[in-house]
């Protein structure tokens, strides 16, 4: 397996160089944010919830030139090599096709909200794996965002910018995700997990040193991602809200524990109470892991993300053969805990290790993997990293 624990991936490629090679000019900057892996609170943040994010030292680095003809275009190192050109002033949602949508609706967000920015020629490059639930498109977002907050001189903070990329994903991208994703990309610290409350965006930086105590968090993307994914995760979405309206509460976040039971009596389908039990327990899953971190038990949340990959598979139903394969074979073979991370039907999962465990827990996935007739899964560790910055 590769372990890429590279430390710091963004050195692989340098945007500025490419900037030129496309543009002929040099960019003003370049700013980068982080891919993400959430520890525990899934399918939270719509509800209000908690969640527990990681960011990875894998990014997405925008080299952005401010111009102000109000002209915008963008270019991929991942993309098909072409150009993309729009005007600031003709941004419609829904108008502008393929990944060009998630840069475009940031700047979109950012003037619906009554930012004066104009255009820019960008140049991204990125090492986070796209669709591996490892949030690629906040880390795109983000990237953007943060350019123009300091082309721009807006001076927002990292949150208000996280709030905008996530309006440009929901309203003119079309993906209705919750907060979490850009709130990692833009307010996780390095050797830390933010604990975020989706509701008012309160966080507390954890500290996560997960070296210090012998253990690694080992990230196996499966590599696949089923076709149903997004109209699931709507669903799933459209099913908690409908389930918070008939408790009327605001969100499934106002469930406490013990109330569970009596609001489960009160739901008319199985369905509806499998998505409640879900959100509720998942929420008491992350004040759980909280507390053992701030007791210091870090080997302690390995049941935990464990019992919140079971209530992803068996209540929230989000989970898939290959995910659940994987986290069968990283506990058999070892690891303290795993669970699938991201939105569900493929994607990565998370298997906390110790270290002298890292390559035969990697290993054991990839054997069964090969016997099940699968694609060989990718494996790194992930090192608690830095949210977004302007790296020159
Ligand atoms: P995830 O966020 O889990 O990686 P999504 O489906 O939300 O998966 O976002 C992936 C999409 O984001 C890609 O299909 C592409 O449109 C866009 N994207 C992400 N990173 C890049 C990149 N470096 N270059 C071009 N498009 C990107
Ligand atoms: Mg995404």
């Given at each position: 397996m590769t372990t890429a624990t590279d430390a710091a991936p963004h050195r692989r490629r340098v945007p500025a160089e490419d900037f030129r090679a496309v543009y002929a000019t040099a960019p003003d900057g370049v700013w980068a944010a982080p891919g993400r892996v959430n520890l525990i609170g899934e399918h939270t943040d719509y509800n209000d919830g908690f969640v527990l994010p990681v960011a990875l030292p894998h990014t997405t680095r925008a080299a952005v030139r401010r111009r102000d003809d109000g002209v915008l275009r963008l270019h991929s190192a991942q993309g098909?090599?072409?150009?993309t050109e729009l005007r600031v002033d003709a941004l419609t949602p829904g108008a502008v096709p393929g990944w060009a949508r998630?840069?475009?609706?940031?700047?979109?967000?950012?003037?619906?909200a009554g930012h004066p920015v104009g255009g820019a020629d960008v140049h991204i490059d990125s090492e986070v794996p796209t669709g591996a639930g490892l949030s690629s498109s906040a880390a795109l977002e983000c990237a953007l965002a943060t350019?123009?907050?300091?082309?721009?001189?807006?001076?927002?903070?990292?949150?208000a910018l996280a709030v905008l990329a996530?309006?440009?994903?929901?309203?003119?991208?079309?993906?209705?995700c919750g907060v979490m994703d850009q709130m990692a990309a833009?307010?996780?610290?390095?050797?830390?997990?933010?604990?975020?409350?989706?509701?008012?965006?309160?966080?507390?930086?954890?500290?996560?040193?997960?070296?210090?105590?012998?253990?690694?968090?080992?990230?196996?993307?499966?590599?696949v991602k089923h076709d149903l994914a997004d109209g699931a995760y709507a669903g799933r979405r459209a099913g908690c809200e409908r389930a918070a309206a008939l408790l009327g509460v605001p969100a499934l976040r106002d469930i406490a524990p013990a109330g569970l039971d009596a609001a489960l009596r009160r739901l008319p389908d199985g369905e509806l109470r499998s998505l409640v039990r879900h959100v509720v327990t998942e929420d008491a899953r992350v004040q759980q892991v909280i507390a053992l971190l701030d007791a210091g038990d870090l080997r302690g949340i390995g049941p935990v993300l464990t019992a919140g990959h079971a209530s992803?598979?068996?209540?929230?139903?989000?989970?898939?053969?290959?995910?659940?394969?994987?986290?069968?074979?990283?506990?058999?073979?070892?690891?303290?805990g795993a669970?699938?991370?991201?939105?569900?039907?493929?994607?990565?999962?998370?298997a906390l290790v110790t270290e002298g465990d890292t390559e035969r827990v990697g290993r054991a996935v990839s054997e069964a993997f090969a016997a099940a007739g699968h694609r060989a899964p990718r494996a790194f560790t992930a090192v608690p990293s830095a949210g977004a910055r302007r790296l020159g």
């Open positions: 098909d090599g072409a150009v998630y840069p475009a609706g940031v700047v979109w967000a950012l003037r619906d350019a123009y907050d300091d082309l721009y001189a807006l001076g927002l903070a990292p949150a996530q309006r440009a994903e929901n309203a003119f991208v079309g993906v209705p833009t307010c996780c610290a390095e050797g830390r997990a933010l604990f975020l409350d989706t509701r008012d965006l309160t966080q507390r930086q954890v500290p996560l040193d997960v070296a210090a105590a012998g253990l690694r968090l080992l990230v196996l993307d499966t590599r992803l598979r068996d209540d929230f139903r989000v989970s898939c053969p290959e995910t659940d394969l994987a986290v069968r074979t990283a506990v058999a073979a070892g690891a303290l669970r699938m991370t991201g939105g569900g039907f493929g994607g990565s999962v998370l």
